[in-house]
């Protein structure tokens, strides 16, 4: 590490915690300038190089779980560890000038006082750099390496997240932005403005249709949210038809409960909202329902630890979320034939799961019956006995307090 630091950049390497801040756009744009300040004075030196760019490690390597003291929550969080982006290495060169085009890029957005999500970005550096940016994957890892160069948040540098997310059930949402200061014929005047729906009303999201309410990609916005409710659980959702089903039944009534989706593998946004309930809503537990897989575990750890990609910010999203079904002991509630076997994605991703240290023990034990059998179960199984019988299956696990 001291080499490293030797010859490469000192942008922000003295800070020792592993974390990206969340920052004003004033305070982004002058860490951006630091960075080129830095590299042009090693440029311009008596004894001249092009500098490393020295990154916090991302690789599952470099990944440990933390467990609160005061809370039940852990996360993924990211050790003090570098790795670098070096123009002198040939199949690092690229990545070098993709890390510079990025944050000039970000630079822009942020004088402007716009904001773009990951795939309006991409589409721009395509246009601006084709020769650099040729794919949604190469932009997404740049914006990480930002991330990770600047610690700061991938909000911050004016990206906003794409939101695929719903939410229904016993849920008030209203949102309200800062007060204003008016003076108006020499009294002050303090105005909260509050963001209200055309009608007037906060949204009721028991009253949003089978369809329920999407959830903004505005991350601030997701802050500012008053939220209230009446629900004894948060119930996670992996699957939109799944999702859609249960607010059709209106299970949410059945069992007092707010229903949350991000139609699969967790978008930040949906995480984002699910970590503030868990904040306005501390005694209120989140419980999880996911296929029987090893895509529909790693989907469920990514909410409750965050993702080893997003280390630097994953203390912001985790939650400590249980799960619900569908575990092992629920397949003697499944035909046979409804069961499937294991694609070899699976066992990517079993092994992958296998590897690191985030699994709790039961959680283990669950991903080894699935590679020992071979086999896989979705939600969907369950509707052997009949359409209302998902419902009913929630309730009762619920009600015996049958998650882990």
Known sequence: MEDLSRSSMQFFS??????????????????????????????????????????????????????????????????????????????????????????????????????????????????????????????????QDVVALLRCSRYSLGIMASSRGLVAGRLLLQAHYPISVLYLDGILHYILLLLREPNGEAVDCSQCGSSGYAISGDLNLLEKLILKTDARYIIVVEKHAIFHRLVEDRVFNQIPSILITAKGYPDIATRFLLHRMSRAFPDLPIVALVDWNPAGLAILCTFKFG????????????????????????????????????????????????????????????????????QRAEIEALYYHGYDYLGKYIVKKIVQANYI
């Not at 003090?80 to 070096?86: G, K, L």
């Not at 080893?308 to 003697?332: K, S």
């Open 14 to 143: 003295d800070q020792q915690l592993c974390y990206a801040d969340i920052l004003s756009p004033l305070e982004v744009r002058a860490r951006i300038e630091v960075s080129v300040l830095s590299f042009l004075k090693i440029l311009n030196s008596p004894d001249p190089e092009i500098s490393n760019i020295p990154l916090i490690n991302r690789r599952s390597s470099n990944s440990h779980v933390s467990q609160g003291l005061l809370t039940d929550v852990s996360w993924i969080f990211l050790s003090h560890s570098y790795c670098t982006r070096s123009l002198m290495k040939a199949n690092a060169a690229k990545a070098f000038v993709r890390v510079w085009k990025m944050m000039e890029m970000c630079f822009q957005i942020l004088v402007q006082e716009k904001r773009v999500t990951q795939r309006e970005l991409f589409y721009k550096l395509l246009c601006d750099s084709p020769e650099y940016f040729t794919s949604q994957l190469q932009a997404n890892r740049t914006i």
């Open 307 to 374: 993702s080893i990609g997003m280390g630097l910010e994953a203390y912001r999203y985790a939650c400590n979320v249980r799960w619900l079904g569908v575990r092992g002991d629920d397949l003697q509630l499944i035909p046979e034939q409804s069961l499937f076997p294991l694609k070899p994605r699976d066992l990517q991703i079993a092994k992958s799961l296998m590897s690191s240290e985030i699994l709790q023990e039961n959680y283990r034990e669950e991903l080894a019956l699935m590679v020992q059998s071979g």
